[in-house]
């Protein structure tokens, strides 16, 4: 039989009510972890000194400052970098850079004159030495500093943090004095070095110079063609003369005539193949004159368009005088005759065409062998000249390049001593600190603030952990979820229910009395929970399918004898004829809740002859002779007020049987295994209206498996927040192995605490209370407004 529902612990939904309830029954634990935060932050108060911060504002300008405007590539770079967040982050940076910490230990005298020997002196790398002290001094400050650079503008906020909020101001001032003074004193020592630079390289430049110029000057002298072919446009500076122009021209004659040449020798092979593709044309027309008056180079032709006219108009003519003649008419005749001579000339001049073609083409082909022949005169005096000229032009141009490398060295050197002595930096301070008036660290709210939400995230977090560590069922939703069974009653905690001292409550007598909850406080809510539960199984299918119930528990201690007791009490209060069994033969406890006094005293009732279900099983007794009627006044009220009115209408003729253990069996499941207990119950079925029977913990011993088969009910007792879920799951999965599916669950010992509607669906306990409903006030009520109620109502 395959078991449906949600076994697994599957991915759910946040549930806020749960979390909510465990916090809510946790509260002690989050409000020791809260006043423990609270007392931490006190401490942390106490033992921190008082901090105090100065603060001014640094601005980075884009560029620079300078007197004199450069546009060279470093000045660009220079600006582009200053004006990127790069930039800033680097001026941040170097804000808490070692260096220009001990610069300011030094410059505000920070440091003892003792121990600024030569010998414990160190060089930073921007050539000042300072002592250990110094340099120790800078280092505790680094954590003091604190650059922000501000979101979406070009400010830098400086902090610094000391107990003396003088030495705090101070410090901060300093700071930003001191990184403008060494920006500014950076600034002035690498433009000295590339002073420096600039004038070895000025030296060397020149140098240079002269020598690319007497070389030209001299390769000029002993080739005189050298500044043919434009060669003469290299300017060399004013050692160039007018000779240079002169050649300049004759190059420039040689170049024109290689380009005239070119041109008419591209000219006149176009010209050439133009009518080679025409003669082409004409050979495959043949004498067609049609076909060879359609090819442009014969139609274009002198005598085929002058004859072409002559025909038009000839043809006009006759035109015009078919309006006036008829075809026999002398001039008609004679333009006939003139137009057959027009069109035969026309022919003529069509035909004559191709050997003027021939003759054409003969004619450029003799014009082309000449240009190419001139052309190659001309390329053969070209290169000579260009021999000449190609070391002249070498000369020319690195001369060229020494002179304007040498002027751009002039103009930096030029550029670099005006601005060497310029005193401006890009960093500017636009607000100076105040003496601060109030400590930053530690804020007493703060700190306080933070110490109770650690606190309450301590205890929360151990809240959480242990509901989440916890693998109990604690709800009647959780356990309808998880198990996929319905919960057929919410038995709450009867620890604390009723007016009952605790002295008594420990007494042994009470203890076994206060099982019977149904019939000892008939208005508790446990009492309601079990008349649920007989409601819940009478509406399950007819009632001859729901005769034989049967109680068990996964492990022990879950209340399943405590269940059979009080329904099977409930069911004979409704006046069924009721037979409760106590299946459970290892541990047997009906006899101690009913209180029979044969086996009160004693865990083995085979010396007092008190038959049980053992002596059933095995043949000795039957079940007349065995079970044992519970006399009335024990499962009705029990309240001697109720007696005495006699005004309450119970269910008549319900009577309780128990059939207790009997002897132990030394061999339970054998004997269950047999056939008679499965006799046993067939004829209890036929002797009583309902069979309830008690079981053994289905995990601990096989011996209600072995039961199952002949039941009809089978509903298993859940302790809530202490049965694990593993536990139940691995008990439905045993019985459904033997075909056996639970009708549902009896959740028992549900917590009485705040906000039981989270455990108990939206229950409302003690509702009728006071009311005359299972009330043990019920005679003052009645014989106060409710009886005059009664008899003004004719009851």
Known sequence: MHLTGQYADGVQSFDFRRYWHSVTERAWIVAICVLAGFFLALGHLARTPKLYQGHTVLEVEVSEPTPISTEDSTTRMRAAFLGSYEGLRTIEQNLTNQTLLSRVVRSEGLAEEGDASPAGKTQSASGVTFTPLEEALGRAMAGMVKPVIRRGTRLIDLFVTHRDPAMAQRLVEAIGREYIRASIERRASLSEESLRYLLEEEERLKHNLQRSEAAVAEYKAKNPDALQLGGGTASTGSQQGAGAGGGGSRGGLVESNLEDLNSKLNATKADQLRLEGALEQVQQAGNNIDTLLAIPSIASAGMVTEARRSVIQIEAGITTYALRYKDKHPKMIAA??????????????????????????????????????????????????????????????????????????????????????????????????????????????????????????????????????????????????????????????????????????????????????????????????????????????????????????AVPNEGKSFTSANYALALAQQGYRVLLIDGDLRRPNMHRIFRFPEVSGKNNSEEDGAPGITDCLVGKADIASAAREIPAGEFQFVDENIALTGNILTATGGQLFVLAGGRRAPNPAEILAGPLFGQLITEAAKLFDRVVIDSAPILAVSDTLLMTPHVQTLCIVVRSAKTPRPAVRRAISLLAKSGIRPAGLVLNRLRRTRGVGYYYYYASHGYGKEEGAYSRSYHHSYGGRSKRDHEGNGA
């Open 336 to 553: 006939k005759a003139a137009l057959a001579e027009a069109k035969e000339k026309l022919r003529q001049a069509v035909l004559a065409q191709p050997a003027i073609l021939r003759n054409t083409i003969e004619q450029i082909k003799a014009t082309e062998t000449s240009l190419q022949q001139a052309l190659q005169d001309q390329k053969g005096v070209a290169v000579n000249l260009n021999r000449t000229a190609i070391g002249y032009q070498e000369l020319a141009r690195q001369a060229e390049t020494d002179r304007a490398l040498y002027e751009s060295v002039l103009r930096q050197i030029k550029d670099t001593n005006l601005t060497k002595d310029v005193k401006t930096n890009a960093v500017s301070v636009i607000e100076h600190s105040p003496l601060p008036g109030s400590p930053v660290s530690p804020r007493p709210s703060k700190t306080i603030a933070l110490g109770l939400l650690a606190g309450l995230a301590v205890g929360l977090a151990f809240v959480f952990g242990a509901d989440a560590l916890d693998r109990s069922i604690k709800t009647v939703d959780q356990a309808e979820t998880t198990l996929g069974l319905p919960v057929f009653a919410a038995i709450p905690d009867t620890t604390d229910e009723g007016a009952v001292s605790r002295i008594k409550r420990r007494s042994k007598a009470f203890r076994s009395s206060n099982y019977r909850v149904v019939v000892e406080t008939p208005e508790s809510p446990a009492a309601e929970a079990f008349r649920n539960l007989r409601a819940a199984l009478s509406l399950l299918g007819p009632e001859a399918e729901r005769k034989i119930s049967l109680f068990t528990s």
